[in-house]
């Protein structure tokens, strides 16, 4: 079965703290990954879209990466400020089922 | 630019009423999905459509839900009669075209049936 995990489902720091956050999947024939950000009671914000030939994606502090053959993917958030307080869902479009598969999420939280 | 738009933002009903969804996509945007999130999961897609045709609607509870985009621009999202484990945020997103660009996400509609 084509899944994505995300460990931990929670994750709390203090401000300023640089922090990764995993997600797995399970098949390697994929389109592309992306992480998205979820604050509560909103829809997703599309944050990185790492394409299967790629390795990685960088946008401002976030950085994601992809490696295909074991099956995991990073975002590395840097500096971390309260307001990226949120919860983070990685999704990968696997080619055999051609849609956008979710993980769970991690819900993290930054401290004043 | 307006972004995915969805109606209503909330809604109470009882079990076994009817109810409706609706989105407008960010114009030019081809590819319609509809997704339901459950609490603390991730969404999970009901169905895809590209223009007006629906490609994907393997998860779709064929016998209470049904959805239409007329026109290949808005859509609806109907399910009738609702039931206690409909309860679920339902989300509306649109891509320019292939499963390979970007989805952005409305804010989706929280159905609470009691």
């Known amino acids: 079965k084509q899944e994505v995990t995300q460990i931990p489902a929670a994750l709390s720091v203090p401000e300023g703290e640089n922090l990764v956050l995993n997600c797995s999947f399970t098949d390697s024939a994929i389109y592309n990954l992306q992480w998205f950000r979820q604050d509560p009671g909103k829809g997703l914000t599309s944050l990185l879209l790492i394409q299967s030939s790629q390795r990685e994606q960088t946008s401002g502090r976030l950085n994601a990466s992809l490696d295909k053959s074991s099956g995991r993917s990073t975002l590395y958030i840097a500096a971390s400020q309260p307001g990226d307080s949120a919860t983070y869902l990685c999704?990968?479009?696997?080619?055999?089922?051609?849609?956008?598969?979710f993980g769970q999420g991690t819900r993290l939280t930054i401290n004043p | 630019e307006a972004g995915v738009v969805q109606s209503p933002r909330y809604k109470i009903i009882e079990k076994k009423q009817p109810v409706a969804f609706w989105c407008n996509p960010i114009?030019?945007?081809?590819?319609l999905y509809w997704y339901r999130q459950n609490l603390g999961q991730g969404p999970e897609l009901l169905i895809r459509y590209e223009n007006e045709e629906a490609v994907d609607d393997s998860q779709l509870p064929k016998d209470r839900f049904s959805a239409e985009r007329l026109k290949g621009v808005d859509s609806t999202l109907k399910i009738q009669p609702a039931e206690l484990g409909d309860s679920a945020v339902y989300l509306c997103?649109?891509?320019?075209?292939?499963?390979?660009?970007?989805?952005?996400f409305g804010p989706g509609t929280r159905l609470l049936v009691l």
């Open positions: 114009s030019g945007h081809n590819t």
């Open positions: 997103a649109s891509s320019l075209g292939s499963l390979a660009e970007t989805q952005y």
């Open positions: 999704a990968v479009t696997y080619q055999g089922a051609q849609k956008l598969v």
